[in-house]
C-alpha cells in the first residue's frame, strides 16, 4: 500500500509525502518515520514531519467523529461499517475507559495494529471524553509513538550498519 502511495506522491516534495503518510489511517507515523529515514532525512526531521501529520486529523476527528458516524450510520449503506468499527474501538479501549488521560496516552503510544491516534480519537470521541483531554491524551500519544518508533528505527540502523561492517 505504501509503495503504491509513494508512487502516487512521487513528484511531490519529500517533507509532504512524509506528512501526508502520517495523516492517514492505518500507517500513521509507524509507516512515515521509516519512510523519511528511507529518504535520507535526520531522525529528528523524520519525528517532527511524522508528528505533525499524524497530528493533523485529531480536531477534526474529535469534533467530527460522532456527528458524521450519527448521520451516516442512518444510511443502510454505511450501518454496518460504523456499527463494526464502534464495537472494534471499544472493545479495544478498555485502558481508555479505566485510566481515561493516561489510557488515551498509552493507547496512542504503543505501536501496534489497532491502536493509534486515530482509533484513539474515536474512542475518545465514543467515550465522550472532553475536547481538552482527548487532544492533549491524543497529542502526548502520537510524541510517544514517535519517540518509540524513532528509537526502534534508530536501533534498527545501528545494528544494520553495525553487521554491515
Keep these: 500500500m505504501i509503495e503504491t502511495l509513494l508512487h502516487w506522491m512521487h513528484d511531490l516534495p519529500k517533507e509532504a509525502v512524509v506528512m501526508i503518510i502520517a495523516a492517514l489511517p492505518v500507517s500513521e507515523l509507524r509507516g512515515a518515520i521509516p519512510v523519511a529515514l528511507a529518504y535520507g532525512m535526520s531522525f529528528q526531521k523524520a519525528f517532527m514531519l511524522s508528528v505533525i501529520g499524524?497530528?493533523?486529523?485529531?480536531?477534526?476527528?474529535?469534533?467530527?467523529?460522532?456527528?458524521?458516524?450519527?448521520r451516516l450510520s442512518k444510511l443502510k449503506v454505511f450501518t454496518g461499517f460504523f456499527d463494526w468499527l464502534t464495537k472494534r474501538t471499544l472493545?479495544?479501549?478498555?485502558?481508555?475507559?479505566?485510566?481515561?488521560?493516561?489510557?488515551?496516552?498509552?493507547?496512542?503510544?504503543?505501536?501496534?495494529?489497532?491502536t493509534g491516534a486515530?482509533?484513539?480519537?474515536?474512542?475518545?470521541?465514543?467515550?465522550?471524553?472532553?475536547?481538552?483531554?482527548?487532544?492533549i491524551g491524543s497529542i502526548l500519544g502520537i510524541i510517544g509513538a514517535g519517540i518509540i518508533v524513532t528509537s526502534l528505527c534508530a536501533?534498527?540502523?545501528?545494528?544494520?550498519?553495525?553487521?554491515?561492517l
Design 54 to 70: 499524524n497530528a493533523i486529523p485529531v480536531i477534526p476527528m474529535l469534533f467530527l467523529f460522532k456527528p458524521v458516524s450519527n
Design 91 to 114: 472493545n479495544n479501549a478498555d485502558s481508555i475507559q479505566k485510566y481515561e488521560l493516561l489510557g488515551l496516552i498509552i493507547f496512542i503510544a504503543i505501536p501496534l495494529p489497532m
Design 118 to 135: 486515530y482509533s484513539g480519537t474515536i474512542a475518545a470521541s465514543l467515550l465522550k471524553m472532553k475536547f481538552r483531554y482527548g487532544f
Design 155 to 164: 536501533i534498527g540502523i545501528m545494528s544494520w550498519k553495525s553487521i554491515s
